[in-house]
């Protein structure tokens, strides 16, 4: 297996496969850092493909989900590989919550 050493670099793979990755290093890393990160992944980019397999209301909304969701993953990775904890309005405050009922 290959093992990462740079955190920055970790914290951005948490967002490059959306949910799949954050899910990944949710279970495996121990550092709190990117485990935000990858928490943070996971309800974002979880919450937003639920949101477009609803029948009908999602069918309509995927077009502009499809373009929020990139531009967000893209300033997520972005600023995960800066060093920034980026905390998204809602969605962060949940993650570290969920984070400190996890320990």
């Not at 485990?35 to 029948?55: E, N, Y």
């Not at 969701?69 to 949940?94: D, H, M, N, R, T």
């Amino acid at each position: 297996m290959i093992k990462l050493k740079d955190k920055n670099l970790k914290a951005a793979l948490c967002y490059v496969g959306v949910w799949v990755t954050g899910l990944i290093f949710l279970l495996t890393e121990k550092d709190e850092e990117i485990r935000f990160h990858a928490m943070q992944s996971v309800v974002t980019f979880g919450a937003l493909t639920i949101l477009t397999m609803i029948p009908l209301l999602g069918w309509i909304l995927a077009p502009l989900v499809m373009i929020f969701s990139f531009v967000l993953w893209l300033v997520l990775i972005i600023k995960a590989y800066q060093g920034e904890k980026f905390k998204l309005p809602v969605v962060g405050e949940f993650a570290e919550n969920q984070l400190k009922k996890m320990k």
